[in-house]
C-alpha cells in the first residue's frame, strides 16, 4: 500500500507561518507584477514544500480479522422453562454461522450468576471486561443471547467505550404465566410458645385470580387457605420451641406456568425464649445438693424456682405437713396451676413423703406426655420403699430400681449408643481408655424399661443415665448422685458442667441436641456448603439437594464422629436450597435467600431495546410460532443498515498488521536541489526578458 507521508524540518506550527508568509508575497507579487511573479510563488512553493519534507510510503500490511463478541447469558433465570436448551440451540448455531464469516473471529463468553451477593444478571460487565484487550475499532459487533433480565444496563454502549452495534436474541415466549409468593412482612424472630403474624401477597400473570397457600412448620402441614392473587394477606403461627422454626409458604401451581422455584417462600425464625423456666426439687440434703442449683443459677437465661424438703425421710413425728416449713411449700401453685409454665421439672434426690398427692404426679405425668421435661437425680432413695418409682411417676421414668444401692468407686463410661448421642458424644476427657475424669462412689441398680438404652453406665456395666421420650415429652434419670465430685475436683475432676447442660437443654428440646437431625450452613469460602446429618443409627442414608431453580443432586454422606456423618458441596447457583433426608429437611441460603434473578422471571424485550437500536443493532426473540427457533442470518454490512427482518450485520474495519515500511523522501537529495534551481532561473530568464523588453 503507497501513501503521503510528511515529516516537517521545523514545527509544524512555524511551517505553518511560514506558508502563510509565502502565500501573502504570492499574492502581492501577482498583484504587482503579473504573471510573471507566478515563477517566484512557485520557488517558494518549492522551499515550502522541501521543508514540509514530503516522503513515499509503502507499508505491507497483513489483514487481521475483527472480532463480534457473543455474549451467552447463563444466569439462573436462563435456567427456566426450555430456555436452556434454546440458548445452546442457538449458540450452536452461531458457533456454525461464523464459521462462514472468513474476516470475523467470534468470542464466545458464557455468564454465570454473580459468584456472590446479589448482583443478578451483569452481561455488559462482563462485556467490557472480556474486550479489554480488543482495540475497539477491531469489534464488528455484539451478540448478546439472553432472556432479557439484565441488571447492568448502561445508558449507551458509547457509555463502555465500545461503538459496534448491539444485536439482542432474547429466548423464552411471549405468553409466559408464572405465579409466586411475595413476602410482605417476614419477621425474624418470635418468642417460643407466642403467636407470630406473617404477611404475604400471591402474584401471578396469566392465572385464575385466587390461589390456595399451604403453611408448613418444620416440615409439617400445620394450615391450607385459598386468598385472591394481587391482594396482601395474614398468616399466624406459633414459635413452638427455640432455635431455627422453619416456616414455608407455599402456593399451588398454575398449569404449564415458567417455574414454581417462586412459588414457595421459606422463613427461618429464630425462636426466642423470654426465660427458660425451671422448677428444681430438693430432697434430703447431700453434698452435691447445690450442684445443679448452682449450675442454673449461672445461667442468665434461666428463671430457676428452687425449693429443698430439709426433713429427712426417717423422721416421722406426725407432725402436719403443713407445719414442716415457715414457707408453705405452693404445691397446688406449682404443680396445678403453674406447672405449664415451667420448661424443665427436676427432682433432686427427692423421696416421696406423702408431700406431694398421687394427683400431682398425674399432672406431673401429663405434663411430661403434653411436651414437658422431666429429670430424676437419683440418690439411695430411689431404691426405698420412698421411690418415686413406687408413685404414678413410674408410668414415665425410663428405668426401675431393684432395691440395690451399690456403693463402689467407678468411673463413669459412654456406651456404644452414648458414643452416638449429642448429649455424650465427645465429652471432654473421654478419648481415653479408660475416661481421664475422676471415680464416682455410688450408683442405684436399676433395670431400663425395654427399648432404651443408656447412654452413660457405672459399675458392673450398671445404667448411669437413661433418656427417654414419652409422647411429646422427654425424661431423664440420672441414677447416681455424685457428679458433685466432678464439680468439686475429686480426681482431677471431670466435665459436669458440659454433660449437666447438654442433658439439660437436650430436655428442653434445644435444636442442636437432636438425636436425628439434618443441618446445612455455609461455610464462608465462596459457595461452598456443609451438610451435617446427627442419627443414632450406624448408617446415613443420602441427601438429596434441590437447587433454587429445581435441580437436584445427591450427596453421600462420610462419618467424621461417631454418630454425626458430613459431606460438602458447591452451589451451582445463589438462592435457597432445600434439603432432604427421609423425613428430615433443612435449608441453606447461598448469598440472598431471594435473589433478583428470580424477583421477575419473564422474558423481555423492552429492558435492552433501547440501548440496541441506539448502537444501530437489532432486538428480537428466537422463538418462532412453530414452537422452534428463528436464527438470523449474519453478514458483513458495509453501509448504514446493520439489521433486517431476517439478519443481523457486523461492520468491518480493515484492519491490519504491518509488516513492514519502505519511506522515500521527495524533498531530499540531487534532483529537490535541482527542481530548485530551475524555478529560480526560470523565474530569471522571464523576468530578465520582461526587463529588456521594456
Same mark, same amino acid.
Given at each position: 500500500?503507497?501513501?503521503?507521508?510528511?515529516?516537517?524540518?521545523?514545527?509544524?506550527?512555524?511551517?505553518?507561518?511560514?506558508?502563510?508568509?509565502?502565500?501573502?508575497?504570492?499574492?502581492?507579487?501577482?498583484?504587482?507584477?503579473?504573471?510573471?511573479?507566478?515563477?517566484?510563488?512557485?520557488?517558494?512553493?518549492?522551499?515550502?514544500?522541501?521543508?514540509?519534507?514530503?516522503?513515499?510510503?509503502?507499508?505491507?500490511?497483513?489483514?487481521?480479522?475483527?472480532?463480534?463478541?457473543?455474549?451467552?447469558?447463563?444466569?439462573?433465570?436462563?435456567?427456566?422453562?426450555?430456555?436452556?436448551?434454546?440458548?445452546?440451540?442457538?449458540?450452536?448455531?452461531?458457533?456454525?454461522?461464523?464459521?462462514?464469516?472468513?474476516?470475523?473471529?467470534?468470542?464466545?463468553?458464557?455468564?454465570?450468576?454473580?459468584?456472590?451477593?446479589?448482583?443478578?444478571?451483569?452481561?455488559?460487565?462482563?462485556?467490557s471486561q472480556s474486550l479489554a484487550d480488543v482495540p475497539p475499532e477491531r469489534l464488528a459487533g455484539v451478540v448478546m443471547l439472553t432472556d432479557g433480565v439484565v441488571h447492568d444496563i448502561p445508558q449507551s454502549l458509547e457509555a463502555l467505550g465500545i461503538k459496534a452495534p448491539l444485536h439482542v436474541l432474547v429466548t423464552g415466549h411471549p405468553d409466559e404465566r408464572d405465579r409466586q409468593i411475595k413476602m410482605l412482612e417476614a419477621p425474624r424472630f418470635g418468642i417460643?410458645?407466642?403467636?407470630?403474624?406473617?404477611?404475604?401477597?400471591?402474584?401471578?400473570?396469566?392465572?385464575?385470580?385466587?390461589?390456595?397457600?399451604?403453611?408448613?412448620?418444620?416440615?409439617?402441614?400445620?394450615?391450607?387457605?385459598?386468598?385472591?392473587?394481587?391482594?396482601?394477606?395474614?398468616?399466624?403461627?406459633?414459635?413452638?420451641?427455640?432455635?431455627?422454626?422453619?416456616?414455608?409458604?407455599?402456593?399451588?401451581?398454575?398449569?404449564?406456568?415458567?417455574?414454581?422455584?417462586?412459588?414457595?417462600?421459606?422463613?427461618?425464625?429464630?425462636?426466642?425464649?423470654?426465660?427458660?423456666?425451671?422448677?428444681?426439687?430438693?430432697?434430703?440434703?447431700?453434698?452435691?445438693?447445690?450442684?445443679?442449683?448452682?449450675?442454673?443459677?449461672?445461667?442468665?437465661?434461666?428463671?430457676?424456682?428452687?425449693?429443698?424438703?430439709?426433713?429427712?425421710?426417717?423422721?416421722?413425728?406426725?407432725?402436719?405437713i403443713s407445719e414442716l416449713s415457715l414457707i408453705a411449700f405452693p404445691t397446688r401453685e406449682l404443680f396445678v396451676q403453674k406447672i405449664k409454665d415451667f420448661d424443665l421439672i427436676i427432682f433432686d434426690r427427692y423421696a416421696n413423703q406423702s408431700v406431694l398427692p398421687s394427683a400431682y404426679f398425674d399432672n406431673i405425668v401429663r405434663y411430661v406426655r403434653e411436651g414437658g421435661a422431666l429429670l430424676v437425680a437419683a440418690g439411695p432413695e430411689f431404691a426405698s420403699?420412698?421411690?418415686?418409682?413406687?408413685?404414678?411417676?413410674?408410668?414415665?421414668?425410663?428405668?426401675?430400681?431393684?432395691?440395690?444401692?451399690?456403693?463402689?468407686?467407678?468411673?463413669?463410661?459412654?456406651?456404644?449408643?452414648?458414643?452416638?448421642?449429642?448429649?455424650?458424644?465427645?465429652?471432654?476427657?473421654?478419648?481415653?481408655?479408660?475416661?481421664?475424669?475422676?471415680?464416682?462412689?455410688?450408683?442405684?441398680?436399676?433395670?431400663?424399661?425395654?427399648?432404651?438404652?443408656?447412654?452413660?453406665?457405672?459399675? &458392673? /456395666?450398671?445404667?448411669? =443415665? +437413661? !433418656?427417654?421420650?414419652? #409422647?411429646? $415429652?422427654?425424661?431423664?434419670?440420672?441414677?447416681?448422685?455424685?457428679?458433685?465430685?466432678?464439680?468439686?475436683?475429686?480426681?482431677?475432676?471431670?466435665?459436669?458442667?458440659?454433660?449437666?447442660?447438654?442433658?439439660?437443654?437436650?430436655?428442653?428440646?434445644?435444636?442442636?441436641?437432636?438425636?436425628?437431625?439434618?443441618?446445612?450452613?455455609?461455610?464462608?469460602?465462596?459457595?461452598?456448603?456443609?451438610?451435617?446429618?446427627?442419627?443414632?443409627?450406624?448408617?446415613?442414608?443420602?441427601?438429596?439437594?434441590?437447587?433454587?431453580? &429445581? /435441580?437436584?443432586?445427591? =450427596? +453421600? !454422606?462420610?462419618?467424621? #464422629?461417631? $454418630?454425626?456423618?458430613?459431606?460438602?458441596?458447591?452451589?451451582?447457583?445463589?438462592?435457597?436450597?432445600?434439603?432432604?433426608?427421609?423425613?428430615?429437611?433443612?435449608?441453606?441460603?447461598?448469598?440472598?435467600?431471594?435473589?433478583r434473578e428470580l424477583a421477575d422471571v419473564f422474558s423481555d424485550t423492552e429492558r435492552l431495546k433501547a440501548v440496541a437500536e441506539a448502537s444501530g443493532g437489532t432486538i428480537r426473540r428466537v422463538a418462532d410460532a412453530n414452537g422452534g427457533t428463528a436464527i438470523p442470518r449474519l453478514q458483513i454490512a458495509r453501509g448504514g443498515r446493520l439489521g433486517g427482518a431476517d439478519w443481523i450485520g457486523f461492520r468491518p474495519s480493515d484492519s491490519a498488521n504491518i509488516l513492514?515500511?519502505?519511506?522515500?523522501?521527495?524533498?531530499?537529495?540531487?534532483?529537490?536541489?535541482?527542481?530548485?534551481?530551475?524555478?529560480?532561473?526560470?523565474?530569471?530568464?522571464?523576468?530578465?526578458?520582461?526587463?529588456?523588453?521594456?
Amino acid at each position: 500500500m503507497l501513501s503521503l507521508s510528511f515529516t516537517p524540518l521545523i514545527p509544524w506550527p512555524v511551517l505553518a507561518g511560514f506558508g502563510v508568509i509565502v502565500a501573502a508575497f504570492a499574492v502581492l507579487a501577482i498583484v504587482a507584477r503579473g504573471r510573471t511573479a507566478l515563477l517566484r510563488a512557485v520557488a517558494l512553493a518549492l522551499v515550502l514544500g522541501a521543508l514540509a519534507n514530503p516522503s513515499l510510503v509503502r507499508e505491507d500490511r497483513e489483514p487481521v480479522k475483527d472480532v463480534a463478541a457473543v455474549i451467552v447469558d447463563r444466569s439462573g433465570s436462563q435456567q427456566l422453562g426450555d430456555r436452556s436448551q434454546m440458548t445452546d440451540q442457538v449458540k450452536a448455531e452461531l458457533e456454525r454461522r461464523f464459521g462462514a464469516l472468513a474476516n470475523i473471529e467470534p468470542r464466545f463468553i458464557d455468564v454465570q450468576d454473580a459468584h456472590d451477593g446479589d448482583d443478578g444478571t451483569r452481561l455488559f460487565t462482563a462485556l467490557s471486561q472480556s474486550l479489554a484487550d480488543v482495540p475497539p475499532e477491531r469489534l464488528a459487533g455484539v451478540v448478546m443471547l439472553t432472556d432479557g433480565v439484565v441488571h447492568d444496563i448502561p445508558q449507551s454502549l458509547e457509555a463502555l467505550g465500545i461503538k459496534a452495534p448491539l444485536h439482542v436474541l432474547v429466548t423464552g415466549h411471549p405468553d409466559e404465566r408464572d405465579r409466586q409468593i411475595k413476602m410482605l412482612e417476614a419477621p425474624r424472630f418470635g418468642i417460643v410458645g407466642k403467636d407470630l403474624t406473617i404477611r404475604a401477597e400471591v402474584q401471578e400473570r396469566g392465572g385464575t385470580g385466587n390461589a390456595t397457600v399451604t403453611v408448613r412448620r418444620d416440615g409439617e402441614e400445620i394450615g391450607r387457605k385459598t386468598f385472591p392473587t394481587g391482594q396482601p394477606f395474614s398468616l399466624t403461627t406459633k414459635i413452638e420451641h427455640g432455635g431455627p422454626n422453619v416456616v414455608e409458604i407455599e402456593v399451588e401451581p398454575l398449569p404449564g406456568e415458567l417455574t414454581t422455584v417462586n412459588n414457595r417462600a421459606v422463613l427461618p425464625i429464630e425462636g426466642i425464649r423470654e426465660k427458660l423456666r425451671v422448677l428444681l426439687v430438693s430432697g434430703e440434703p447431700h453434698q452435691g445438693e447445690r450442684t445443679w442449683r448452682n449450675l442454673l443459677k449461672s445461667d442468665a437465661s434461666v428463671d430457676l424456682v428452687h425449693f429443698t424438703i430439709l426433713r429427712p425421710p426417717e423422721k416421722q413425728d406426725g407432725t402436719p405437713i403443713s407445719e414442716l416449713s415457715l414457707i408453705a411449700f405452693p404445691t397446688r401453685e406449682l404443680f396445678v396451676q403453674k406447672i405449664k409454665d415451667f420448661d424443665l421439672i427436676i427432682f433432686d434426690r427427692y423421696a416421696n413423703q406423702s408431700v406431694l398427692p398421687s394427683a400431682y404426679f398425674d399432672n406431673i405425668v401429663r405434663y411430661v406426655r403434653e411436651g414437658g421435661a422431666l429429670l430424676v437425680a437419683a440418690g439411695p432413695e430411689f431404691a426405698s420403699s420412698m421411690s418415686l418409682a413406687r408413685t404414678r411417676l413410674a408410668s414415665v421414668l425410663p428405668g426401675e430400681p431393684n432395691g440395690k444401692v451399690v456403693e463402689q468407686a467407678f468411673k463413669a463410661a459412654i456406651t456404644d449408643i452414648g458414643a452416638r448421642h449429642p448429649v455424650t458424644r465427645a465429652l471432654p476427657g473421654s478419648e481415653a481408655k479408660p475416661p481421664a475424669w475422676g471415680d464416682w462412689l455410688r450408683i442405684v441398680s436399676s433395670q431400663t424399661r425395654p427399648g432404651i438404652q443408656p447412654i452413660l453406665s457405672g459399675a &458392673g /456395666n450398671l445404667p448411669l =443415665l +437413661d !433418656l427417654s421420650r414419652e #409422647e411429646k $415429652g422427654r425424661v431423664a434419670l440420672m441414677l447416681s448422685d455424685q457428679s458433685w465430685l466432678w464439680a468439686r475436683g475429686y480426681q482431677q475432676g471431670g466435665p459436669y458442667l458440659d454433660l449437666l447442660r447438654r442433658l439439660a437443654h437436650w430436655l428442653m428440646k434445644e435444636p442442636g441436641l437432636e438425636e436425628e437431625a439434618l443441618r446445612a450452613q455455609t461455610t464462608g469460602r465462596g459457595r461452598e456448603v456443609r451438610v451435617e446429618r446427627q442419627t443414632m443409627s450406624e448408617t446415613a442414608e443420602p441427601v438429596t439437594v434441590t437447587g433454587p431453580t &429445581g /435441580n437436584t443432586r445427591t =450427596l +453421600d !454422606l462420610t462419618q467424621g #464422629e461417631p $454418630g454425626l456423618f458430613t459431606a460438602t458441596f458447591e452451589a451451582d447457583q445463589l438462592g435457597l436450597h432445600t434439603l432432604r433426608s427421609g423425613n428430615l429437611v433443612a435449608f441453606v441460603s447461598v448469598g440472598p435467600a431471594n435473589p433478583r434473578e428470580l424477583a421477575d422471571v419473564f422474558s423481555d424485550t423492552e429492558r435492552l431495546k433501547a440501548v440496541a437500536e441506539a448502537s444501530g443493532g437489532t432486538i428480537r426473540r428466537v422463538a418462532d410460532a412453530n414452537g422452534g427457533t428463528a436464527i438470523p442470518r449474519l453478514q458483513i454490512a458495509r453501509g448504514g443498515r446493520l439489521g433486517g427482518a431476517d439478519w443481523i450485520g457486523f461492520r468491518p474495519s480493515d484492519s491490519a498488521n504491518i509488516l513492514g515500511v519502505e519511506v522515500y523522501p521527495l524533498a531530499l537529495g540531487l534532483w529537490a536541489l535541482a527542481a530548485l534551481a530551475l524555478a529560480v532561473l526560470a523565474m530569471w530568464l522571464v523576468e530578465g526578458r520582461r526587463g529588456r523588453a521594456a
